[in-house]
């Protein structure tokens, strides 16, 4: 059974930073791209990182474009945002999404981290 397990939110200043973490169980997702949405309250879903298969094929939502990374830990199945320069309209709740395709598309989905960015 494959789960994803989101960590690292919290309350933060403007202008702070956060590492946000992924992990998963029964799921490898160094073989995976692994996508981040967030949403903030009365708000859709959005994406945030829309991930690929390389570097050059994953896109970032423009409202964070410059201010976040993707970086990973295999040994670690594990997956992490890291967002700088945190605005009050970063807050919401950050979900890491996984598709597999096997026969058919699969998508598995985090419970969500919350992160408030306030004085």
């Known amino acids: 059974q494959v789960q994803l397990v989101e960590s690292g939110g919290g309350l933060v200043q403007p202008g702070g930073s956060l590492r946000l973490s992924c992990t998963a169980s029964g799921l490898p997702l160094r073989n995976h791209p692994v996508n981040w949405y967030r949403q903030a309250p009365g708000k859709e879903r959005e994406a945030v990182v829309s991930a690929g298969y390389t570097d050059d094929s994953t896109t970032y939502a423009d409202s964070v474009k410059g201010r976040v990374a993707i970086s990973r830990d295999n040994a670690k199945n594990a997956v992490y945002l890291q967002i700088n320069s945190l605005k009050s309209e970063d807050t919401a709740i950050y979900f890491c999404?996984?598709?597999?395709?096997?026969?058919?598309?699969?998508?598995?989905w985090g419970q969500g981290t919350q992160v408030t960015v306030s004085s």
């Open positions: 999404n996984v598709n597999v395709f096997a026969t058919k598309w699969f998508h598995y």
